[in-house]
């Protein structure tokens, strides 16, 4: 069936670190692509998505590339900040949907220290 | 109020108990949904209504009780729960959940135990 995987947490980043947060799905046909965080106390905000082989999402200095030859939508960040940590999700959906739904990875805990 | 806002924040009840769930959403969108976040589990999609027509069940058990009365807000009624349905219970919206790439946007969520 459809699904997404994401790398164990957590990930324990000095600031400034470079960040890489893997995901990879599994999907018929060719699905939409997101990553959200989660801040703690809060629910869940879009951070970037990409709905088509080959776009690249960026919002707030982090950036992830649709590759379908290797299905995957990693999470990048060139200079992580104490204020990024938080859960990040990796998502899909399938434009064959009617109904929208989202299917989640397992979410990856990000902690940033000083 | 704006966004997407979910009541209450907090909630404890037994299993006899009967409680609802509050959502509503300020940005004029056709569609809701009710995830529900364990711990240790994938969030997991729950029901989906597009234009207050439930267009989703996701084999979820009948304690638990959705209405959509209009566009803008969606309940989520509970009884007779398990101690493992203790959760957080997050609300989304979208413009439309037809084609898959519309953004849902999430409340805050409402954090459920089960006595």
């Known amino acids: 069936g459809d699904s997404v995987t994401q790398m164990e947490g957590p990930v324990t980043l000095s600031e400034e670190a470079f960040l890489t947060i893997n995901c990879t799905y599994t999907a018929t046909g060719y699905p939409s692509l997101f990553w959200y965080v989660q801040y703690p106390g809060e629910g869940l905000q879009l951070l970037l998505k990409a709905t088509k082989a080959d776009d690249k999402g960026s919002n707030k200095g982090f950036e992830a590339t649709y590759r379908k030859e290797t299905t995957s939508f990693h999470l990048e960040k060139g200079s992580v900040q104490v204020s990024d940590s938080a859960v990040y999700f990796c998502?899909?959906?399938?434009?064959?949907?009617?109904?929208?739904?989202?299917?989640f990875g397992q979410g990856t805990t990000l902690q940033v220290k000083p | 109020e704006t966004g997407v806002t979910q009541t209450p924040r907090h909630l404890v009840m037994g299993m006899t108990n009967k409680k609802s769930l509050k959502c509503e959403q300020h940005l004029g969108h056709n569609a809701m949904y009710w995830y529900k976040q364990s711990a240790k589990k994938p969030l997991e999609l729950m029901f989906v209504y597009n234009f207050k027509e439930q267009t989703e069940n996701n084999s979820v058990p009948s304690r638990f009780s959705p209405e959509c009365p209009n566009s803008s807000h969606l309940f989520l009624h509970l009884h007779t729960l398990q101690p493992e349905d203790s959760a957080l219970y997050l609300c989304?919206?979208?413009?439309?959940?037809?084609?898959?790439?519309?953004?849902?946007?999430f409340g805050p969520g409402t954090r459920l135990t089960v006595l």
């Open positions: 989304a919206s979208s413009q439309d959940n037809r084609g898959g790439t519309d953004t849902q946007y």
């Open positions: 998502a899909l959906t399938l434009p064959s949907s009617n109904t929208g739904k989202l299917i």
